[in-house]
T-cell receptor, first 117, second 113 residues
Framework: AQKITQTQPGMFVQEKEAVTLDCTYD???????LFWYKQPSSGEMIFLIY??????QNATEGRYSLNFQKARKSANLVISASQLGDSAMYFC??????????????FGTGTQLKVEL | DAMVIQNPRYQVTQFGKPVTLSCSQT?????MYWYQQKSSQAPKLLFH???????NEADTPDNFQSRRPNTSFCFLDIRSPGLGDAAMYLC????????????FGPGTRLLVL
């Protein structure tokens, strides 16, 4: 079974600073995908960034980058130049294929990020 | 813009009174998912539809059912809501295949009185 671990229940960062949110994972599948989602207090789950297990380079999307260390089984999210609007819950998730088509996301417990002035 | 829409955003129901949550999508995705997210917890997959094929998670209670009358719409029916069913219910969609990203709707917060 797949498992995602996020060890930081809460994080604080000052505006314009960079912050790293930790994520470690465990799987026996050689092919897997890792995602980060942002969930503001309003509840919607917003897709941020994706890393495939065979991708040679770390994924980047604007101010978001994923520090993928396969040997350590970690997939940390780095947010550069934090903004007040980045305050939210952040979930790391792993994808596994399921019978019947589609896929299943297993989520970590999340990290609540608070950006301060 | 293509999107996943959930209605209503907030739903209040009484203990034991059936309730239906709605999800629609303009992405033309083959797969639609329903997740339950209880307060301060991670989302948990209840079931998903691959086209018209229904796939239930093993630990999803029988109290939860789903219907997908066409590609665009998917419904979550809770036959007899209990206090423990109060949660955020998230609908997501993806293209077919195991490698596709899931895109989520804004969710429906269900309160059971």
């Amino acid at each position: 079974a797949q498992k995602i671990t996020q060890t930081q229940p809460g994080m604080f960062v000052q505006e314009k600073e960079a912050v790293t949110l930790d994520c470690t994972y465990d799987t026996s599948d050689p092919s897997y995908g890792l995602f980060w989602y942002k969930q503001p207090s309003s509840g919607e789950m917003i897709f941020l960034i994706y890393q495939g297990s065979y991708d040679q380079q770390n994924a980047t999307e604007g101010r978001y980058s994923l520090n993928f260390q396969k040997a350590r089984k970690s997939a940390n999210l780095v947010i550069s130049a934090s903004q007040l609007g980045d305050s939210a819950m952040y979930f790391c998730a792993m994808r596994e294929m399921v019978t019947g088509g589609g896929n299943k996301l297993t989520f970590g417990t999340g990290t609540q990020l608070k950006v301060e002035l | 813009d293509a999107m996943v829409i959930q209605n209503p955003r907030y739903q209040v129901t009484q203990f034991g009174k059936p309730v239906t949550l709605s999800c629609s999508q303009t992405l033309n995705h083959n797969v639609m998912y329903w997740y339950q997210q209880k307060s301060s917890q991670a989302p948990k997959l209840l079931f998903h539809y691959y086209d018209k094929d229904f796939n239930n998670e093993a630990d999803t209670p029988d109290n939860f059912q789903s219907r997908r009358p066409n590609t665009s719409f998917c419904f979550l029916d809770i036959r007899s809501p209990g206090l423990g069913d109060a949660a955020m219910y998230l609908c997501a969609t993806s293209l077919k295949g195991g490698l596709e990203t899931q895109y989520f709707g804004p969710g429906t917060r269900l309160l059971v009185l």
